[in-house]
């Protein structure tokens, strides 16, 4: 505030006076200290400010810790739910895995084993001279693989689309599940004043549900205490500072343009801004100015206290506003996982559900998969009979081949001596016919000039031979059959 131009005043004869513009100086710097009433009036909103800041997040925190309470407990339970159908979902994949491993391997056995039906050839003897060369494979219908082995992979493929959806559900829960633990667990960010000392910053930071707020409060309403007690002292000043004037020759007038515009709420008392006082000793007044000019040279660091009171105030202010906000964000959280959880709840019974219809399908599908690999595997079982039976096949063409040979042999030799026996016979039945024929009639025996009997060998049935097979392929198809026969 601008200091008003004064008149000066004469000054008093008495040794102990003080100059007139000495004691208007020291009005106009006690009229500008009473401005600190605007830090006072200040103190006093943020104490009550910050007590009610204190009602507010007393009651903001108690129903916070009640919801987080409730709502841990349910999470709780809503974890060990998940932990259940995390079970299924990973028991299905593992049995799936297992699914795909032993498919991987019924098909690669099949592969191979249609691989040497393709690369097994017929022998040209067991086919007619026309006939194209072929194949074991080509007396096989393939369709009927492929239709098998597309069966499967159909009902491989509905299992995997089923798992997929339990983990498409499983993640979509523990994702809200894992939203919910997190907007229960974020710690407040306080950021306190320089005047807190660690320990109490510490435990603040460590344990967030503390307040600091009643600490502040007491704080504060010490120092609004110091701050209106400080005003007193200046107000007190002030009046001297006017009495002092008034008592001074001329300054009346002074006095009374100096009180007029005082600031808003401080009160000097109706007397001071009347009239000139009454008279007053010697040694009273220069008691009065010797008062006046110690309490003169304490009013800027009076003022200075205050001003420090207020920043501090207001710093410390701004954490209870800022812990405030901290404690409604906080609510705000657990509200919006009160609401997830709320969500949670009306979907936990179709989550329950897809673990059920998982397991259902699963093993329905289970059912296929085992019937169908089943089959692949005696699909698989008969194609390796097959070709073991080519093989035995060639083995028993050779065996064919050797009897026949050894009956070849066996007529070749009776026809041998038979011809003997049938010369032999002849011959002798010349000889018969030379000695006695003359003397015999004819008609005695009708057979007498009958040849001896003369046998041809041709076989009972059959006209095919056994097909003309080499031996080394023959030889190549026993260690094959006995290769098997000692594995």
Known sequence: MASPVLPSFPEMESPASAPSETLVSHLVAAKRSLSSIDHVWRANEIVNSTRAYLESSVITSARTAFLRA???????????????????????????????????????????????????????????????RKTLLDFVDESGVDELLISVQEAADAAQNAHAELVETNSGFWTDLNRIDTLLHIAPSLHHPSTMDKSSMDAVYDEPSISPIPEFLESMEARAKDMADNLESLVKHFDLCVTAIKHTEGGGEAAQRLTDDLPAGVDVGEELKGAPLGQISEQERREMLEVLAKDADQVDEVVMEIRDH?????????????????????????????????????????????SEVFVMR??????????????????????????????????????????????????????????????????????????????????????????????????????????????????????????????
């Open 310 to 354: 207020i920043a501090e105030m207001e710093d410390q202010f701004r954490t209870v506003s800022a812990y405030l906000d901290t404690v409604a964000q906080e609510h705000s959280n657990i509200n919006t996982a009160f609401k997830l959880l709320d969500n949670l709840g009306r979907r936990l019974h179709a989550f329950l559900g897809q």
């Open 70 to 132: 409730g709502i841990s407990a349910q999470v709780h339970t809503l974890e060990q739910v998940h932990h259940h159908s995390k079970a299924v979902e990973r028991e299905g994949a593992e049995e799936y895995q297992e699914v795909v491993r032993t498919l991987g391997e019924a098909d690669q056995r099949l592969k191979v084993t249609l691989g040497r039906l393709r690369t097994t050839m017929i022998e040209a003897g067991l086919r007619p001279e026309a006939d194209q």
């Open 362 to 487: 699963w093993d329905d599908e289970k059912i296929r998969i085992n019937e169908r690999m089943g089959e692949l595997e005696n699909l698989g079982n008969f194609y390796d009979g097959y070709v073991s039976a080519y093989d035995n096949l060639l083995v028993e063409i050779g065996r064919r081949q050797f009897m026949e040979q050894q009956m070849d042999n066996v007529l070749q030799d009776a026809m041998r001596k038979l011809e003997i026996l049938y010369d032999e016979d002849n011959a002798k039945r010349e000889t018969f016919k030379s000695n006695h024929g003359d003397f015999l009639p004819v008609d005695i025996w009708p057979g007498l000039t009958d040849p001896p009997l003369h046998f041809e060998a041709k076989p009972k049935n059959g006209t095919d031979k056994v097909p003309d097979i080499s031996k080394s392929v023959i030889q190549r198809a026993i260690r094959r059959v006995e290769g098997k026969s000692v594995s």
